[in-house]
């Protein structure tokens, strides 16, 4: 599934998210360009009395782990669903080692475990599968070490 738009509408209906955060999703879903309006939402967390993107993060987080499960769900994740990953990163002023440093390792690892079994099925990582490991890693903001951990355990089995 690449269309965020659509992604985003489905991951609003199927999750409990708070008021804030929809309406951050919102500004997306509602775009007519698909477009990732930053003064819209430096407005909405000015009427919402939030400092900073980074003061909710613990919910913007959430977002992102289930995007990418949402993707997951037709099989492997696609450049542009990567995209999609980074640019909503961004929007929701998620940073490097965030989903580390909030709790959220075994998640991480279950949707990249899930993705490398996926790519080790056939027991071949071709150069397209080999791109795609390193946007994996970039994905969820991962140092080498802590991605070549799961890489590892995943491919021992």
């Not at 696609?78 to 980074?86: A, F, L, Q, W």
């Not at 640019?87 to 690892?109: A, P, Q």
């Not at 903001?141 to 802590?146: A, F, I, P, Q, R």
């Amino acid at each position: 599934m690449t269309n965020l738009q659509q992604s985003l509408s489905i991951l609003i209906e199927r999750n409990n998210y708070p008021d804030l955060t929809k309406k951050l999703l919102n500004i997306i879903t509602d775009s007519k360009s698909s477009s990732f309006d930053v003064i819209a939402r430096n407005n909405l967390l000015t009427e919402q009395n939030v400092r900073r993107i980074s003061d909710i993060k613990n919910y913007t987080l959430d977002v992102v782990v289930d995007y990418a499960q949402l993707c997951l769900e037709d099989g492997i994740l696609t450049s542009e669903e990567i995209k999609n990953v980074t640019l909503l990163k961004l929007f929701l002023g998620i940073e490097e080692g965030d989903f580390y440093r909030n709790g959220k390792k075994s998640i991480v690892k279950e949707v990249l475990t899930k993705q490398l079994q996926l790519m080790f099925a056939d027991g071949i990582i071709d150069a397209k599968e080999a791109i795609l490991m390193s946007d994996m890693q970039g994905l969820f903001g991962l140092s080498y070490t802590e991605y070549e951990e799961f890489v590892q355990e995943v491919s021992n089995k």
